[in-house]
């Protein structure tokens, strides 16, 4: 019996064997994570971690229960307890959670945080949509400056520029406040009602349930309906108004282009004011590379102060598959550095003392156990993308030599054996 990764999930690996797979190089999305990471704390923000599941009630309370996510994605699973249990299918409820949890709120104004990590969704799989994925996320609580908003959006579009991602669109909208949002309800169900038999079958349960979904419907029928549909934007109450103006006016003072789209309502019912999606021509059906907005009464609803919040995620997966559309250049800076090579058994033991001498100057090496033949030992280090690599036979023991190899350059030059250790420290100090 063999057994593969569950349906919509896949394994991240060193050098994937198969050419199409190189996106799921585990040394890839080491590279990816760090830049995340490290934009992360450029902006202030520092890491969280949650529990990957969580109690079923905190995602239907945050998502709302007629939301996609909750109504058909979730892993649920009830625990020998007799708990609801789910898989997270997104971060901010969690993050909320835990805010409130760990008494976040006693300790200064704002807090600004970042999650690296898998996700859960039951859904059709597909190019780009996966059922378990990996999100980088950041959620700003405390402050509801239309700065904040700005700050969210430009930390969202500096990951994709730090990665060399190119042609990727802004879309930007708001849903306004409570009252914005419930007069602009009444308007869309009237504006939708006589239409209501040629909406889709998704759209007419929706007119009643959640009629603001209906606009982000991809079916043709329904999208020629909403062609003359009202506009959120014109049922937006004067602070929401406001807050929008002067958030879409600090974009285009900082050189920041977006597209005002009025039907971006988000899948997640948690959203109010700024929303926004970035997408990317590169990745076809799936185009959302990642998407947030201001979700400011959240907190409240659970449990904790009534603080403001605004966030974004992204989608690692979609990150990368967009750099392989875009055939984008990877700084490789995990490449290992010395591959050492013995010719024979005494050149053996003085090889393996190189090695541990090495390492413990943090400088990456390997050294294969098993004798090869030495085309094949030198195949194996390019393959691994060693940058050097180090021989030593008899001959070279006997002069007190090692013979040093750039396997980029093809140069070689003999290094007296007491000083290789110092000597390589040297050359990988002059590549950082
Ligand atoms: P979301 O739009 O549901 O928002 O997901 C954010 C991003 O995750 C998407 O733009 C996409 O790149 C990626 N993504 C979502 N589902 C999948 C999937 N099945 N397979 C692969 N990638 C996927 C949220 O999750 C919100 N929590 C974002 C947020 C944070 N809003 C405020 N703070």
Redo the contacts with the bound molecule.
């Keep these: 019996m063999q057994y593969s990764a569950p349906k919509g999930t896949f394994d991240i690996v060193p050098n994937p064997v198969k050419k199409e797979e190189g996106w799921k190089d585990s040394s890839l999305w080491n590279y990816i994570e760090s830049v995340l990471k490290q934009t992360a704390h450029d902006f202030g923000y520092q890491e969280i971690r949650t529990p990957i599941f969580e109690q079923t009630d905190l995602f239907c309370r945050s998502s709302g229960d007629s939301s996609d996510i909750v109504s058909k994605e979730m892993y649920t699973f009830e625990d020998k307890g007799k708990r609801s249990m789910s898989l997270r299918p997104?971060?901010?409820a969690p993050v909320i959670r835990a805010f409130v949890d760990n008494h976040f709120q006693q300790s200064g104004s704002l807090h600004k945080l970042f999650y690296i990590g898998p996700f859960f969704?039951y859904?059709r799989p597909q190019a780009?949509?996966?059922r378990q994925?990996h999100?980088f996320?950041i959620?700003a609580i405390g402050d509801n400056s239309p700065y904040q908003d700005v700050e969210i959006i430009d930390l969202s579009l500096s990951i994709y520029k730090r990665l060399g991602i190119k042609n990727l669109n802004l879309l930007l909208n708001s849903v306004g406040d409570k009252d914005s949002r419930d007069n602009y309800k009444t308007a869309l169900i009237k504006y939708l009602t006589p239409y209501e038999k040629d909406l889709s079958r998704d759209s007419q349960e929706r007119l009643s349930k959640n009629p603001l979904r209906i606009l982000d419907s991809k079916d043709s029928s329904d999208q020629k309906i909403l062609a003359e549909a009202p506009s959120i934007l014109d049922y937006l109450s004067k602070p929401a108004a406001d807050h929008f103006d002067k958030a879409c006016e600090i974009l285009a003072k900082n050189g920041i282009s977006f597209t005002i789209t009025s039907k971006l309502v988000r899948?997640?019912d948690y959203y109010n004011q700024t929303v926004f999606e970035i997408t990317s021509e590169t990745l076809g059906a799936q185009s959302?590379?990642?998407?947030?907005?201001r979700?400011d009464g959240l907190l409240k609803e659970l449990g904790g102060q009534d603080l403001p919040s605004m966030?974004?995620?992204?989608?690692i997966?979609?990150i990368l598959l967009t750099m392989k559309g875009q055939n984008t250049k990877i700084h490789e800076t995990l490449k290992p550095t010395v591959y050492l090579i013995a010719l024979g058994k005494e050149a053996e033991q003085a090889t393996f003392s190189i090695l541990c001498r090495l390492r413990s100057k943090k400088i990456s090496a390997e050294m294969p156990f098993k004798t090869k033949k030495m085309q094949k030992s030198l195949q194996d280090a390019s393959q691994k993308g060693f940058k050097y690599c180090a021989i030593l036979g008899e001959d070279e023991l006997s002069q007190n030599i090692i013979q040093l190899k750039n396997l980029e350059t093809r140069s070689s030059e003999n290094v007296p054996i007491d000083s290789i250790v110092s000597h390589l420290e040297k050359l990988s100090k002059a590549c950082t």
């Design positions: 997104e971060g901010t969704r859904d780009g949509r996966y994925f999100q996320g959620e899948g997640l959302s590379i990642g998407a947030g907005g979700y966030g974004f995620a992204a989608g997966e979609r």
